[in-house]
């Protein structure tokens, strides 16, 4: 869930009345539950071809959570390296919204619990300078879902004033969200935050994405990727959280579809590779950068910079030649446009380009 607004004053004292009831609200609910066979497709070729999903080692439930990034938050879980962890995630207002939510519930949301992460756990081994390789080995959405537009939130905050909440429900082995009942949205679940602690005591708030990830609502993090964080604290700290079943690039109105979720990752501690400044990530199709920055042309400005070193430093090519190549092949995406201050940009490079 993206839980800022665009840049204004304005927005933000419209927005904090709108929490604080201040402001009336008339709420457009739609409610989407069509028929579970007819939302299902079963289970798809890749999914039977899918690799063997490790057994979890560890385990951590829902409520075992935070909503800040600090260094002085005690790890939930001890793990050495390697390990294989089942995690339980609730959605990003942490239990205030419900399938059947309304008025009532908006007007009542705090702030203050938004960002539930699951965590953090501390990884054996892991000093400042490391790198930690998570890897996302399956992720199973819980049985129900929502989305909204609130005034003071999004893209086009200025457009939209008015506020509208959609809900779903969702039976095992549905394949989509059905829009409308001729519109679907395919589910590709993801965490959209998913973290190291900062070198820091001080309580950060998740909002935000940082150079030890968070708030990243990065798309292509689905099931299968590795996601690759530089260590700041001893033990690394990691946290996950903020699921979404879906959602674009950019999620320009502010969330996506929320909804809790089943995660089972693994952690493995890099020791004396390639050092790196933000997060980066790969799937078997592709490698990718992130950056962040306050706008969309310093993120995009980073991020191709952060590839360039990457060709440079593991395909041996000269610095102009990665350049060239990231001109050719790289792709720059906008992974989110909302989380002010900050923005995030990421770059792709297919790994059939590279011969990998």
């Given amino acids: 869930m993206a839980t800022l607004f665009s840049g204004t004053a304005a927005h933000a004292q419209r927005l904090l009345a709108l929490l604080l009831g201040l402001l009336p609200i008339h709420l457009a609910v739609a409610c989407v539950s069509p028929d579970a066979e007819s939302r299902s497709s079963g289970v798809s070729e890749s999914e039977r071809a899918a690799p063997e999903i490790p057994t979890p080692e560890f385990r951590l439930t829902r409520d075992q959570t935070h909503n800040r990034f600090s260094s002085a938050i005690e790890p939930a879980l001890r793990v050495p390296s390697g390990a294989v962890v089942e995690v339980f995630t609730e959605e990003a207002t942490d239990g205030q919204l419900g ?8 007007l009542s949301l705090s702030m203050d619990p938004i960002h539930p992460l699951t965590g953090p756990v501390y990884v054996e081994g892991a000093e400042p300078g490391d790198v930690l390789a998570v890897k996302l080995h399956e992720i199973e959405i819980g049985d129900w879902a929502w989305q909204a537009i609130i005034p003071g939130f999004g893209f086009l905050a200025d457009e939209f004033a008015e506020p509208y909440l959609k809900t779903w429900r969702f039976e095992p082995g549905d394949s989509v969200a059905w829009f409308t009942d001729r519109i679907k949205i395919p589910l590709r679940p993801f965490p959209g935050v998913l973290g190291v602690a900062p070198a820091t005591d001080s309580m950060l708030s998740t909002i935000p994405p940082r150079a030890n990830g968070g708030n990243m609502d990065n798309r292509h993090l689905t099931a299968g990727t590795t996601v690759y964080f530089p260590v700041f604290v001893e033990g690394a700290l990691f946290s996950i959280g903020d699921t979404h079943a879906a959602q674009g690039d950019g999620e320009v109105a502010g969330t996506a579809i929320e909804a809790p979720m089943r995660i089972v990752y693994e952690l493995n501690v890099i020791k004396g590779g390639r050092s790196i400044e933000e997060p980066q990530y790969e799937t078997e199709e592709f490698y990718g950068v992130t950056a962040f920055a306050t706008t969309i042309d310093e993120a995009a400005r980073k991020a191709t910079g952060y590839m360039i070193d990457y060709l440079v430093e593991t395909h041996g090519l000269a ?5 060239a190549l990231a001109s050719l092949a790289g792709d720059l995406k906008i992974s989110e446009v909302v989380d002010v201050p900050h923005m995030l940009v990421s770059m792709h ?5 590279l011969g990998i």
């Fill in 99 to 106: 399938p059947d939510s309304g008025i009532a519930d908006l």
């Fill in 319 to 323: 610095r102009s030649d990665a350049y």
């Fill in 349 to 353: 490079m297919p790994k059939s380009v």
